[in-house]
């Protein structure tokens, strides 16, 4: 398992934009695929996106598609979400996640380790 700490979450506008990060421990991290899921008030968390391990592919959910990008630099065990023309809908706990799975998974179960959360909270 590998340990992830997010950061950059906060209030953002409508219309705005906003990156979070998040960084990992451990010497392989270029091994695990990386993902960002979310949840907001009352709602299941959801998947929002997710990078290979050699960052050679990429998938987003429907609903950030075109709005989100997931990158990441292996060198520096960092993974990053930009969020480009936020909506409130986009307003939830964001979660970065690690797995070891083959691929690209998209459902939370297939990830071993996730962080604590950070919040994003977008006004309109």
């Known amino acids: 398992q590998v340990q992830l700490v997010e950061a950059g979450g906060g209030l953002g506008q409508a219309g705005g934009s906003l990156r979070l990060s998040c960084a990992a421990s451990g010497r392989t991290f270029s091994w695990y695929a990386m993902g960002w899921f979310r949840q907001a008030p009352d709602k299941e968390r959801e998947f929002v996106a997710v990078?290979?391990?050699?960052?050679?592919?990429?998938y987003y959910a429907d609903s950030v598609k075109g709005r989100f990008t997931i990158f990441r630099d292996n060198a520096k065990n960092m993974v990053y979400l930009q969020m480009n023309s936020l909506e409130p809908d986009d307003t939830a706990v964001y979660y970065c996640a690690a797995s070891n799975h083959a691929g690209s998974p998209t459902t939370a179960a297939d990830f071993d380790s996730w962080g604590q959360g950070t919040q994003v909270t977008v006004s309109s």
């Open positions: 990078i290979s391990g050699s960052a050679l592919d990429a």
